[in-house]
């Protein structure tokens, strides 16, 4: 069957984790530039993965630093630093991912940019957004519920005019719950000419 489309969820909270994932995504870019060489934005993506390529890289400058440190104790002291620097970017690649799995699920990491050395989603995040808040109706079940509640609609707008006459009653008065459905109230029922009559003094008492 073909989609209908009914309204639109608010959208407001999905910009907001929007805007707060891109202040969450810089902090973290500009601590990576502490671990790695100018980074880049495939550096970012590479974090917020678990960052191998990352960790690989930084190892890689380790073990040059080190090499070229002739004498021991400052070579030992470069070697505390350097661990120490090891066990921060693990933190910072752990942040990443945890930041990752908190942005909207439908936003692919190919829609993160990088500007003006500042992490945005594109505007085609914002597309997105606006089509996971439209509402459709797309299976037989919601198509059988949606033509119901139209009808219960316009039987509850034809009730309308008596329940103004019965200012003292509501439709629910009128109907009991009986094993999960429900049932006119026998209390209230009785015969059609009766009730018309009763509905009309009613009406005229009220109409003064």
Not at 2 to 17: N, V
């Amino acid at each position: 069957m073909e989609k209908i489309l009914l309204g639109h969820r608010d959208k407001t909270p999905f910009t907001d984790e929007l805007t707060a994932s891109e202040s969450r995504l810089n902090s973290v870019f500009v601590a990576l530039g502490g671990f790695v060489s100018n980074p880049t934005l495939d550096d970012l993506r590479d974090v917020m993965s678990g960052g191998e390529s990352v960790k690989r890289r930084f190892a890689d400058s380790v073990s040059e630093t080190l090499a070229g440190i002739k004498i021991p104790s400052l070579k030992a002291e470069q070697e505390t630093r350097l661990k120490q620097m090891s066990g921060e970017l693990d933190d910072l690649i752990g942040q990443a991912v945890n930041y990752r799995g908190s942005l909207i699920g439908f936003i692919p990491d190919s829609m993160i940019e990088l500007r003006d050395g500042l992490v945005w989603f594109s505007p085609e995040a914002d597309k997105l957004i606006d089509a996971a808040c439209e509402i459709y109706i797309e299976t037989d079940d919601q198509m059988r519920v949606y033509e119901l509640s139209r009808q219960l609609v316009g039987i509850l707008n034809q009730l309308q005019p008596y329940i103004t006459l019965y200012r003292h009653k509501t439709v629910l008065d009128a109907v009991t719950e009986k094993d999960g459905h429900w049932e006119p109230n026998d209390d209230l029922t009785i015969d059609l000419p009766a009730r018309l009559q009763r509905i009309k003094e009613f009406g005229n008492r009220y109409s003064d």
